[in-house]
């Protein structure tokens, strides 16, 4: 893996979401948990159990019985907190949290970010050894996160810094666009055969009308694949109709 964040999980309670954050973590490319002092002990097998296909962090996840042992080799430390503690510190949203973190690892830093307890999250004497806050811009009537979708959330946050994705991409399904000619012959086609079954009318609408099915033609994002099967259907119907007559 590349540089990336170390996710350290801080006391966490309930095997099922060490399961559920680790396998947030292997959705978005991440592998570097470290998990300090779990309520039920370590390892967990109820942990393993909820990670499925991602059991290898948590083989790999080192167990720390204090946070300042598992934050020693770090240069710059996130603690996330949806509550105001009253503390001085720089807040970023998860996004600019996961900024941050890329430009300072590609400086040669360490960086981690804490999560807290399923309980009440994060206290103060843990985010006293942090050195900025992530703060997601939760419903203030609702603000708690379960520590799985929290480190879901920032997981993916990082992902979309380290390997943009398209805003949109059109997944072709084995076909092609459709190109200029083949729309041409498509409207000439369909323009020869509707002129043919009278369709055409008034006469004097005509090349009003011939121009406005032209213009749906040249709207369409037409495939390959729908230019075939638009023919076959005009084709069908004209048989239909010769052999009804």
């Not at 790999?60 to 430390?77: E, R």
């Not at 949806?82 to 900024?99: C, I, Q």
């Not at 012959?185 to 005509?206: M, S, T, V």
């Not at 048989?239 to 007559?245: A, C, D, L, N, T």
Request: proline share 8%; with cysteine; net charge neutral.
């Amino acid at each position: 893996m590349p540089d990336q964040p170390a996710f350290v999980l801080v006391r966490p309670q309930m095997g099922e979401n060490i399961g559920a954050a680790a396998r947030a973590m292997w959705n978005f490319g991440l592998d570097r948990m470290r998990v300090v002092a779990p309520r039920d002990g370590w390892p967990n097998p109820k942990a393993v159990a909820m990670a499925s296909g991602a059991g290898r962090l948590l083989d790999n996840a080192p167990f720390y019985d204090t946070l300042p042992d598992a934050l020693g080799d770090c240069t710059y430390v996130f603690a996330t907190t949806a509550r105001p503690r009253g503390l001085t510190k720089p807040v970023f949203t998860p996004e600019a949290a996961m900024d941050e973190a890329r430009t300072r690892l590609a400086h040669g830093e360490k960086v981690a970010v804490m999560f807290g307890p399923e309980r009440a999250g994060l206290e103060n004497d843990d985010i006293i050894r942090a050195n900025a806050i992530i703060s997601v811009p939760v419903n203030p009537d609702f603000p708690s996160l379960n520590l799985a979708q929290c480190v879901l959330l920032t997981a993916y946050e990082w992902r979309r810094r380290t390997l943009p994705a398209p805003a949109r991409s059109d997944e072709m399904a084995g076909t092609e666009p459709a190109t200029g000619i083949e729309v041409e012959r498509l409207a000439q086609h369909y323009e020869e055969r509707l002129d043919q079954a009278g369709f055409f009318f008034p006469e004097a609408k005509a090349e009003s009308m011939k121009r406005t099915l032209r213009n749906l033609w040249s709207r369409m994002p037409l495939t390959r694949a729908d230019v075939q099967t638009l023919h076959g259907m005009m084709r069908q119907m004209v048989r239909w109709k010769e052999r009804g007559e």
